[in-house]
């Protein structure tokens, strides 16, 4: 079996160059192996090689290629068959998605692929708009055979409001509760943004935890610790690991005084089965898109991106502050790339959504000739949107539906599911691989 050329987030041994396209813990699996990173060049951004060595010490940092958005290095590679020589070029593109986040374009004798890793093109952003002319510079007027799309959200149901407006809906519930503590749930990389307008618009102080002052400041951010702090004297607001914000948590913080939770997610609604269970409260919400359950019937996911933020609990308020593209962002990228093909990067999210099944007519190549009959070594289109069975119609327990509870209501259903799911390995072969 042919070892893979390159790999982009995915870590183990047999690729010749690997790409990191950011540091959320669905990207980085295999760089934590015993000994540290010892595997090849690991090619990143100059922000992420900053806080690589404080996520994973035993990483050899001489075998880090910092690259940095709108630079592009060349690789001289072998085929591992037949020893012959491959030149490839990668370009950095910005990919907006968190701190030091990229996309990655390679060009050469394996053609012309793109990998978007986690992104938020917002449309009418200023740093969206030069990102894309970046990308578009660097095809220089090419066809991106193979694109890699982040298909986190990609359903017509979710589009979200820029993360500017839903920023000033948070500092508006906090407005709302002056007497109240406010926890608000981010992961350990990202976000930073909407906490600083919080702080800026608030006049006020926000608690972190000290892993997450210290890449505050690895970043660049509050050096002189004017707006954040690990003294809860200081201030009522607290940016909190995102699996620490749960009703049971809010209800206990309550006995001692009174405390709203707020989540900045893209998935800002409540699964519920057939049956009726865990319904938010107040009124119902004006769109809902239903995608197929693991084990329990039909799981319907209830959003209106119009809609003033929810209440879902007596304490608690979830807004689509999304870094992730929404449906409307990610055929505006569709149109711009106009690729040959497309992948989704998730492949075991909680509703997988094949892009081609909403992007067909914006691919050259739809994997089919004119008479319907499927081209040899081409990517097979599919609309099922369901997740694949096994032969005897069961599903496999990695496919298995997320259960909600009240300890565990606001935890990134998506992320949860797609730890398996994202990374891919460019091999020396006839035919387009899939993501692994």
Same mark, same amino acid.
Request: proline residues 7%; glycine residues 6%; contains cysteine.
């Given at each position: ?66 690259? /940095? ?40 004798? %394996?053609?012309?692929?793109? #990998? ?11 740093? /969206? ?10 095809? +220089?007027?090419?066809? $991106? ?21 839903? +920023? ?50 690895? %970043? ?22 995102? #699996? ?11 006995? $001692? ?28 919400? /004006? ?18 991106? %119009? ?87 069961? $599903? ?13 209501? #606001? ?12 990374? /891919? ?12």
């Amino acid at each position: 079996m042919e070892e893979g050329l390159v790999s982009v987030d995915k870590f183990s041994a047999g690729s010749q160059a690997y790409f990191l396209t950011h540091l959320h813990q669905d990207h980085t699996r295999g760089l934590a192996s015993a000994g540290g990173w010892r595997h090849g060049p690991l090619y990143c951004s100059p922000t992420t090689a900053r806080l690589l060595p404080a996520r994973f010490p035993g990483i050899d940092a001489s075998l880090l290629r910092p690259l /940095a958005p709108g630079a592009s290095a060349s690789l001289s590679l072998s085929s591992p068959t037949s020893d012959r020589p491959l030149s490839l070029r990668v370009t950095a593109i910005p990919a907006l998605h968190c701190p030091g986040s990229l996309m990655y374009l390679f060009r050469g004798d %394996l053609g012309c692929m793109l #990998y978007t890793g986690d992104f938020r093109w917002e449309l009418g952003c200023d740093r /969206a708009r030069r990102a894309k002319q970046a990308l578009l510079d660097a095809l +220089a007027g090419d066809t $991106v055979d193979l694109l890699y799309l982040d298909n986190t959200y990609c359903h017509p149901s979710l589009n979200f409001p820029p993360r500017p407006v839903v +920023a000033e809906q948070m500092v508006n519930i906090i407005r709302a509760h002056p007497d109240h503590e406010v926890i608000i749930g981010v992961d350990t990389l990202g976000k930073e943004d909407l906490l600083l307008y919080i702080s800026r618009a608030l006049q006020t102080k926000i608690w972190v935890w000290p892993q997450r002052l210290q890449t505050m400041h690895l %970043l660049g951010i509050d050096e002189n610790r004017k707006i954040f702090t690990t003294q809860t004297s200081l201030t009522r607001i607290r940016a909190v690991p995102r #699996y620490s914000v749960t009703i049971e948590s809010l209800e206990a913080l309550n006995t $001692v005084c009174p405390t709203i939770g707020i989540m900045p997610s893209g998935i800002p609604w409540l699964l519920k089965s057939s049956e009726g269970k865990a319904k938010p409260k107040g009124r119902s919400p /004006a769109k809902s898109a239903r995608c197929k359950g693991w084990d329990e019937g039909l799981i319907e996911m209830d959003y209106d991106p %119009l809609s003033p933020p929810k209440l879902f609990d007596k304490n608690s308020y979830t807004l689509p502050y999304s870094e992730h593209a929404c449906f409307s962002e990610l055929e505006d990228f569709m149109q711009t790339v106009w690729p040959s093909t497309v992948i989704g990067i998730v492949s075991t999210s909680f509703c997988y959504v094949n892009p081609c099944h909403h992007f067909r007519h914006l691919c050259s190549d739809s994997g089919v000739t004119d008479d319907g009959t499927p081209i040899k070594n081409k990517v097979r289109y599919t609309d099922n949107l369901t997740p694949k069975r096994r032969r005897n119609g069961s $599903v496999t327990p990695e496919e298995r539906k997320v259960r909600i509870s009240s300890s565990s209501l #606001y935890r990134s259903k998506v992320k949860r599911k797609r730890k398996e799911g994202c990374g /891919a390995r460019i091999d020396d072969t006839e035919e387009l691989i899939g993501v692994a």
